[in-house]
């Protein structure tokens, strides 16, 4: 079954997915809510959203859930590598394309990460442009620059 709930976080509003027994959209509210999905809680929904108040309060730094990525082969590879990403640190898109084994493979990291269905838990935030600049994100980048200015203060 395929359930979303909706919790207050110091970013606005969020909306947590479970597909078949595992998270598979963390959404700000602003994206559109996924598509089949009833508004029910579930104890999973609920564990993913104390996960997240801990991350928010800085006492979280891995999430430990099931996730259901959903995507091309490349764009979960490029999902996976940045939950490697350790809190608090970045990366450029280029050092994600060469940890997919895909080194020229930038903007399609780049794409990857715009269509990055699970927010926060999977950090696309963390990854910046090669100079260090805030590059494109899906809540916006007011809640890039305060998701990594969090992990910064609690890394």
């Not at 598979?24 to 996960?51: M, N, W």
Request: net charge positive; hydrophobic share 40%; charged share 20%.
């Amino acid at each position: 079954m395929k359930n979303v709930f909706f919790y207050d976080y110091p970013v606005g509003k969020i909306g947590i997915a479970e597909d078949d027994g595992a998270i598979s959209h963390v959404f700000f509210c602003s994206e559109k809510t996924p598509d089949g999905y009833a508004a029910a809680e579930t104890p999973l929904i609920r564990q993913a959203a104390a996960q997240l108040a801990e991350y928010f309060e800085g006492r979280r730094k891995v999430f430990d859930l099931p996730l259901n990525l959903q995507g091309t082969a490349f764009q979960v590879a490029v999902w996976k590598a940045l939950q490697a990403i350790p809190f608090g640190e970045t990366r450029c898109y280029q050092d994600v394309a060469v940890e997919t084994g895909s080194p020229k493979a930038c903007r399609a990291v780049g794409m990857a990460n715009n269509r990055n269905p699970i927010a926060i838990i999977v950090p696309c935030h963390r990854v910046v442009g090669r100079d260090g600049s805030l590059t494109g994100y899906g809540g916006g980048l007011p809640i890039k620059k305060f998701l990594l200015e969090l992990e910064k203060r609690h890394a």
